[in-house]
Nanobody, 122 residues
Framework: QVQLVESGGGLVQAGGSLRLSCAASGRTFSSYGMGWFRQAPGKDRELVALIDSSGYVNYADSVRGRFTISRDNAKNTVGLQMNGLKPEDTAVYYC????????????????WGQGTQVTVSS
């Protein structure tokens, strides 16, 4: 069982930066693949970035080069550094955990945080 709590969302102007954090409970956190997803109004939930237990990362094309995912297994945390934010990045961002090594599919993630709102003004 893993419980996830996100923090760090907010309102920022285009071109600005935000850092999201996800605190996880559970002794086996390091074995889970972790992902950040986002969902904008009227749109499907989409993968933003993922990281496996060994540090392998992958990104959505729309954020590659601007966002960086990281994890600290000793502290049970996952971070998402977001730079060069654009209005189209506006969404609720979710942290999620999968028992798979990694996955790009939301359906493969069993545990989800409550979400944190990110709003980018133009």
């Amino acid at each position: 069982q893993v419980q996830l709590v996100e923090s760090g969302g907010g309102l920022v102007q285009a071109g600005g930066s935000l850092r999201l954090s996800c605190a996880a409970s559970g002794r086996t956190f390091s074995s889970y693949g972790m992902g950040w997803f986002r969902q904008a109004p009227g749109k499907d939930r989409e993968l933003v970035a993922l990281i496996d237990s060994s540090g392998y990362v992958n990104y959505a094309d729309s954020v590659r080069g601007r966002f960086t995912i990281s994890r600290d297994n000793a502290k049970n945390t996952v971070g998402l550094q977001m730079n060069g934010l654009k209005p189209e990045d506006t969404a609720v961002y979710y942290c999620a955990a999968t028992s798979l090594r990694w996955s790009r599919l939301a359906a493969d993630y069993s545990y989800w945080g409550q979400g944190t709102q990110v709003t980018v003004s133009s």
